[in-house]
């Protein structure tokens, strides 16, 4: 008797264990649409106080809210490059895609990839890089990528996504970037 549930005993312990593993990331192409919630916020160095830009939409001035632009928002297995030229003859950013260009301390900055973001699904765990990910400001290109992480709610199909990146160059060298992105998920 002990023989023959010995083998039945060890399919049950794989098929609990295969069930338990956790399921592969599946990669999502498509536009993460910008929504109401969307912000860039830059804390100064040394874990410093964050910068308040008095040109900011929110009540609290740390927060620069973002707004969807001609794209709609971030699109994942495609490259949305800058516009030649990428500034105006005051060094507003004309890279308008992703998000409308922003008011930023007086002058406007957009957003570019000069590469394509990759972001996967794992259950309703978003993961992935938007490494190319970069903010133009004041004629200056700075890179904001990163790992990012997040949520998704598939049956609403709205996703957040979070992620930290260091400054370097320019009047905000050493600040960090925090970024987060909200909104909808659509495919294609």
Sequence with gaps: MRARSLPIAAALLV???????PAAAAPLKGV??????????????????????????DADKTYTLLVPGTAGGLRT??????????FD???????????KPTNFAGVLFGLATTSAPSISLSGSTLSGQVNGLVAQWNNQTFKQGGKVT?????KKRTYVLTWTSLVSGGPFNGFTGYWRLQGRFTTG
């Design 15 to 21: 098929a609990l264990v295969v069930s338990a593993a």
């Design 89 to 99: 003859a005051k060094g507003n950013s004309l890279a308008g895609s992703i998000i």
């Design 150 to 154: 997040g949520t998704y709610n598939a």
């Design 32 to 57: 993460f649409h910008i929504g109401t919630g969307s912000y860039i916020r830059l804390r100064q160095p040394n874990n410093g106080p964050f910068f308040s830009n008095p040109y900011s939409a």
């Design 77 to 86: 297995g495609a490259v949305q490059g800058a516009p030649t030229p990428a």
